[in-house]
């Protein structure tokens, strides 16, 4: 079992910046894909970007490409999502995502745990 708790969210304006942290408990982290995703109101869940356990590897979504960076920090079993630039189509609830696996993948269905998720709201 994985636990993952986000945290980070809040209310900003337009070209702001926000940094989100999801924090990994449970079993071994460092070895498997973990990831961020959104879901605005009335809308599906979708991809945001993606990390490799080594950190080498990193996968954006087109919409946030040169805005969001994805790191993480294995030591201390927390994946990060920078976020800047921020716009109101940015607005969602965020979640953490852990994929059991070395492959990439952005399907949703494609990761094996999640967190609770957190707020982001960026106002015009």
């Known amino acids: 079992q994985v636990q993952l708790v986000e945290s980070g969210g809040g209310l900003v304006q337009a070209g702001d910046s926000l940094r989100l942290s999801c924090a990994a408990s449970?079993?071994?982290?460092?070895?498997?894909?973990m990831g961020w995703f959104r879901q605005a109101p009335g809308k599906e869940r979708e991809f945001v970007a993606a990390i490799s356990w080594s950190g080498a590897n990193t996968y954006y979504a087109d919409s946030v490409k040169g805005r969001f960076t994805i790191s993480r920090d294995n030591g201390k079993n927390t994946v990060y999502l920078q976020m800047n630039s921020l716009r109101p189509e940015d607005t969602a609830v965020y979640y953490c995502?852990?994929?059991?696996?070395?492959?990439?993948?952005?399907?949703?269905?494609?990761?094996?745990?999640w967190g609770q998720g957190t707020q982001v709201t960026v106002s015009s």
């Open positions: 995502a852990y994929r059991n696996s070395y492959a990439y993948r952005s399907q949703p269905s494609e990761y094996d745990y």
């Open positions: 449970g079993r071994t982290f460092s070895s498997y894909y």
